[in-house]
């Protein structure tokens, strides 16, 4: 496969907004579109525009395939974080999430929101609750959080469902007090949250992966493996 690398930010410091409804200025055509996630990207309030208009634009542009390259593990504002989970999840273009290699707190959030995950061999995702990281005592803080940690449950119940990952799984990765048992099967206990190996997340028990569609070496790998033709284009926010 050959690939081009794109830089949204040179592409949009250069070009005005599409009008709603209009093809977009990419350009990308049918193409499968990669883009690649980090820390960094979902802590700068401008690349989470960019993010957002790139999605939109490649929605535009009917793009074959959008795969976001996870390697998230830090934890962002809830409405920041709700924001990317409703544009993943509502657009139009098929979407794969593929964890390489990490996918926890936010991130693992940000994979649900896929049609599908995989995961590179050594990769891990879970591990998505809030974490009360300040020193404030303060009753109401104490709510606020629990009220986020309230929102962010629901939502992942709500992905879940949208994209046929098992319930079960996905509270035990946001809900330190859920205990999974699949079967006769114990796979986490109360006060831990659940985080899975690649070999986990796609181990079947009782005809159904725990969590993820398969492991794969790379994303040239699984585009191929996906049978997306076209050349991919690399890119990030």
């Known amino acids: 496969?050959?690939?081009?690398?794109?830089?949204?930010?040179?592409?949009?410091?250069?070009?005005?907004?599409?009008?709603?409804?209009?093809?977009?200025?990419?350009?990308?055509?049918?193409?499968?579109?990669?883009?690649?996630?980090?820390?960094?990207?979902?802590?700068?309030?401008?690349?989470?525009?960019?993010?957002?208009r790139l999605v939109r634009d490649a929605e535009k542009d009917g793009v074959s395939l959008l795969m976001l390259d996870l390697d998230v593990s830090v934890q962002i504002e809830v409405e920041t974080q709700l924001r990317i989970l409703d544009l993943i999840s509502e657009t139009e273009t098929p979407t794969v999430a593929?964890?390489?290699s990490s996918a926890t707190s936010s991130g693992a959030l940000i994979a649900l929101a896929a049609d599908k995950i995989y995961l590179n061999r050594g990769g891990i995702i879970g591990g998505a609750g809030v974490v009360d990281t300040s020193?404030?005592?303060?009753?109401?803080?104490?709510?606020?959080?629990?009220?986020?940690?309230?929102?962010?449950k629901a939502r992942a119940r709500s992905l879940a469902g949208l994209n046929g990952y098992r319930v079960d799984v996905v509270e035990a990765m946001i809900d330190e007090n859920r205990v999974l048992t699949i079967g006769e099967r114990e796979i986490t206990d109360k006060?831990?949250?659940?985080?899975?190996?690649?070999?986990?997340?796609?181990?079947?028990?009782?005809?159904?992966p725990l969590l993820a569609a398969g492991l794969d070496k790379n994303v040239t790998v699984l585009l191929e493996q996906l049978d997306i033709n076209g050349e991919p284009v690399l890119t990030s926010p």
Do not use: H, Y
Not at 6 to 11: G, I, K, M, N, T
Not at 22 to 45: R, T
């Open 98 to 100: 593929f964890v390489n």
């Open 1 to 52: 496969l050959w690939i081009s690398f794109v830089s949204l930010a040179s592409l949009f410091a250069t070009s005005s907004d599409s009008e709603e409804g209009e093809k977009s200025v990419l350009n990308w055509g049918e193409k499968p579109v990669v883009v690649s996630l980090g820390n960094d990207d979902l802590q700068d309030g401008r690349r989470v525009r960019d993010l957002e």
């Open 135 to 152: 020193d404030d005592e303060d009753d109401d803080s104490k709510q606020a959080l629990r009220q986020q940690q309230s929102v962010l």
């Open 191 to 208: 006060g831990d949250l659940l985080t899975l190996s690649a070999v986990e997340a796609v181990e079947e028990i009782e005809g159904k």
